[in-house]
């Protein structure tokens, strides 16, 4: 039986996360203030 080594998934997920919040957050800046910029 092979030892089970560190998990692909979770690292790809640790990752994904890593990239995806701060462009989230970007992303709901960016709406938040063109909303501003529009709207007065």
């Known amino acids: ?3 089970r080594s560190s998990s ?3 690292l790809a997920v640790a990752v ?3 990239v ?4 989230a ?3 709901y800046e960016l709406i938040r ?3 501003q910029l529009f709207t007065g």
């Open 16 to 18: 994904w996360l890593w």
């Open 25 to 27: 957050y970007g992303l």
């Open 8 to 10: 692909p998934r979770a």
């Open 33 to 35: 203030k063109a909303t």
């Open 20 to 23: 995806l919040l701060p462009f």
């Open 1 to 3: 039986m092979r030892p």
